[in-house]
């Protein structure tokens, strides 16, 4: 059975960091590209970062470069997500998910996270 578990959202002052960590299983995890994306009400889905498979590449949306670093630890199946320097308009829903052939093959339930101004 695929699971994507995220973990590490709460509420934190605008200026703040947080660290978004996503548990896999039920997969080769090694296999996969892995990415964050984030939904805020009322908007769509929005991609934020990606990682290779190694680790050794990443790339970031616009809106977070510079401030959100992404990781990913092939041993524990595991991805992070560094938020740095956060703004009230990061607040959204953040979802990890596993990517094969160019295509998102999996979700994980999501995780919120709330920046106050």
């Known amino acids: 059975q695929v699971q994507l578990v995220e973990s590490g959202g709460g509420l934190v002052q605008a200026g703040g960091s947080l660290r978004l960590s996503c548990a896999a299983s039920?997969?080769?995890?090694?296999?996969?590209?892995m990415g964050w994306f984030r939904q805020a009400p009322g908007k769509e889905r929005e991609f934020v970062a990606a990682?290779?498979?190694?680790?050794?590449?990443?790339n970031y949306g616009d809106s977070v470069k510079g401030r959100f670093t992404m990781s990913r630890d092939n041993a524990k199946n595991t991805i992070y997500l560094q938020m740095n320097s956060l703004k009230p308009e990061d607040t959204a829903v953040y979802y990890c998910?596993?990517?094969?052939?160019?295509?998102?093959?999996?979700w994980g339930q999501g995780t919120q996270v709330t920046v106050s101004s």
């Open positions: 039920g997969f080769t995890f090694s296999r996969y590209t």
């Open positions: 990682i290779s498979r190694s680790g050794e590449s990443t």
């Open positions: 998910s596993a990517d094969y052939a160019g295509s998102v093959r999996y």
